[in-house]
C-alpha cells in the first residue's frame, strides 16, 4: 500500500499515524526505540503491507500488471492503490471529503515532524507542498509521480507504464479488486485499533 492507504488504514490515533507514516524509514527492529504508540504505528505499517501484499486479490492484480510493468508492478499496484482511493474516497470514507482528510493528516504530521527520520520529513515536506495525497486520484498527475520515480530507481524503471498497463487489464476489473481489497483490511484491521 501506498501512503494515502495507510492513512486512511492506520486510522486516527496520532501517535499510530505517525509510526504508521514513517514505517518504510524504521528497519529491523529499530522500533523498539521509539515511544510505545509510535512503535505501535510502525508494526501496523508492516501488518497493512504484509496483509495487502499476500491478499489474493493484490496477487492477481499484480500478476496482471506483471507483462508491462515487470519487476515494478509491486510499486505500481501500491501506487494504483491510491490512485484508486482518491476516486472513491467517499465510498471508502464517507464521514470525510478527501481534501478535509488530508488537510487533517497533515496538521497532525506537521506537529509531530521532528519524531520523524531525516528522510521521512523530507518526503513529507514535499508531499505537502506539492498536495500530492490530494491529487492522486488524477492520472496525469499519477504519471507525474511514476515519472518522478523513475528518475530516481537506479535500474531502468518504467513506472511511467503504469496506465499503459491498467488500460490492457482493465481499469474497472483492477479497480473492483481494490475496493474489495480495502474494505477487507479495514475490517480486519478495527479488529485491532480504533478506525475513523
Same mark, same amino acid.
Given at each position: 500500500?501506498?501512503?494515502?492507504?495507510?492513512?486512511?488504514? #492506520?486510522?486516527? /490515533?496520532?501517535?499510530?499515524?505517525?509510526?504508521?507514516?514513517?514505517?518504510?524509514?524504521?528497519?529491523?527492529? +529499530?522500533?523498539?526505540?521509539?515511544?510505545? @504508540?509510535?512503535?505501535? #504505528?510502525?508494526?501496523?505499517?508492516?501488518?497493512?503491507?504484509?496483509?495487502?501484499? =499476500?491478499?489474493? *486479490?493484490?496477487?492477481?492484480?499484480? &500478476?496482471?500488471?506483471?507483462?508491462?510493468?515487470?519487476?515494478?508492478?509491486?510499486? @505500481?499496484? /501500491?501506487?494504483?492503490?491510491?490512485?484508486?482511493? =482518491?476516486?472513491?474516497?467517499? $465510498?471508502?470514507?464517507? $464521514?470525510? $471529503?478527501?481534501?478535509?482528510?488530508?488537510?487533517?493528516?497533515?496538521?497532525?504530521? +506537521?506537529?509531530?515532524?521532528?519524531?520523524?527520520? /531525516?528522510?521521512?520529513?523530507?518526503?513529507?515536506? =514535499?508531499?505537502?507542498?506539492?498536495?500530492?495525497?490530494?491529487?492522486?486520484?488524477?492520472?496525469?498527475?499519477?504519471? $507525474?509521480?511514476?515519472?518522478?520515480?523513475? &528518475?530516481?530507481?537506479?535500474?531502468?524503471?518504467?513506472?511511467?507504464? *503504469?496506465?499503459?498497463?491498467?488500460?490492457?487489464? @482493465?481499469? &474497472? +476489473?483492477?479497480?473492483?479488486?481494490? *475496493?474489495?481489497?480495502?474494505?477487507? *483490511?479495514?475490517?480486519?484491521?478495527?479488529?485491532?485499533?480504533?478506525?475513523?
Amino acid at each position: 500500500m501506498n501512503y494515502l492507504a495507510h492513512l486512511v488504514i #492506520g486510522g486516527p /490515533d496520532p501517535d499510530l499515524m505517525v509510526g504508521n507514516f514513517m514505517g518504510d524509514s524504521i528497519k529491523g527492529s +529499530a522500533h523498539s526505540m521509539l515511544p510505545k @504508540g509510535v512503535a505501535a #504505528g510502525v508494526l501496523l505499517h508492516r501488518w497493512i503491507d504484509s496483509e495487502a501484499d =499476500a491478499h489474493l *486479490l493484490s496477487q492477481a492484480s499484480r &500478476a496482471d500488471l506483471r507483462p508491462i510493468l515487470g519487476r515494478m508492478s509491486g510499486v @505500481g499496484l /501500491d501506487l494504483l492503490h491510491d490512485y484508486f482511493l =482518491a476516486r472513491n474516497f467517499n $465510498q471508502i470514507l464517507p $464521514q470525510w $471529503q478527501l481534501e478535509s482528510f488530508v488537510d487533517h493528516v497533515e496538521s497532525i504530521l +506537521a506537529q509531530r515532524k521532528n519524531e520523524m527520520p /531525516d528522510r521521512t520529513q523530507r518526503f513529507f515536506t =514535499a508531499m505537502s507542498e506539492h498536495r500530492w495525497l490530494k491529487e492522486y486520484g488524477e492520472r496525469g498527475k499519477m504519471l $507525474q509521480v511514476c515519472t518522478s520515480m523513475d &528518475a530516481r530507481i537506479a535500474w531502468d524503471s518504467n513506472l511511467n507504464e *503504469l496506465f499503459k498497463a491498467v488500460d490492457r487489464v @482493465g481499469e &474497472a +476489473a483492477l479497480e473492483a479488486r481494490f *475496493l474489495e481489497l480495502i474494505s477487507d *483490511l479495514m475490517n480486519r484491521r478495527s479488529e485491532k485499533w480504533p478506525s475513523w
